[in-house]
């Protein structure tokens, strides 16, 4: 009887070590529309925390989920935006999208969001033509380091970066401007 006990007490446990390793992995991800976005990003010398996640629809399609990454949490866009610190955007594809494609988005969101638009158009042209066909699955990550730049990453490579923090302005405006791809994308990003 002791026997039975401890093999039932011994299972009880291996089953709660396993359902509290569970919750602890949801707990550092992030996830929406079956993507799934690691809670902080190592930038740098620094740790960005995921500050909330959106989903990029056209019309009816789910086309990327965005996740914004910051020093600090913020749920105020100007904010962000005016803000010198390291930051990142983060689209998980939901979609195989083509180069023409994306150019076409970004440059659509830059237009109707940037500030400088004449001061950034040659750099952000230049970012545009290094962005390769992208699989379901695949990352694109945007990253602003203060005195570094903007870096533009597919997966873990980079494949460009580009000075000024005017131009990384310009560049989240796209996702954080007053007219981004979709509402809810805004919302969710900013937590």
Do not use: H
């Not at 873990?156 to 981004?180: H, M, N, Q, R, Y």
């Amino acid at each position: 009887m002791k026997t039975t006990i401890m093999k039932t007490l011994g299972s009880t446990v291996v089953l709660l070590i396993l359902a509290v390793s569970t919750l602890d992995t949801a707990a550092l991800a992030g996830e929406l529309a079956g993507a799934t976005l690691p809670d902080t990003l190592k930038v740098g010398e620094k740790t960005l925390k995921l500050n909330g996640l959106g989903l990029r629809k056209k019309a009816i399609i789910k086309v990327y989920v965005g996740g914004l990454y910051l020093e600090s949490s913020s749920k105020d866009a100007n904010a962000i935006l005016a803000s010198d610190q390291s930051k990142a955007i983060t689209l998980f594809l939901l979609r195989d999208l083509t180069k023409t494609q994306l150019v076409e988005a970004f440059q659509e969101s830059f237009d109707e969001n940037a500030v400088d638009k004449a001061g950034q158009k040659a750099a952000f042209g230049k970012m545009l033509a290094l962005i390769p066909d992208v699989k379901e699955g695949e990352t694109l990550t945007f990253t602003y380091l203060p005195g570094k730049g903007t870096t533009l990453q597919v997966g873990k490579k980079a494949l460009g970066t580009f000075e000024s923090k005017g131009f990384a302005d310009a560049v989240f405006s796209i996702w954080l401007g007053p007219k981004p791809p979709s509402e809810d994308l805004k919302k969710g990003m900013l937590g």
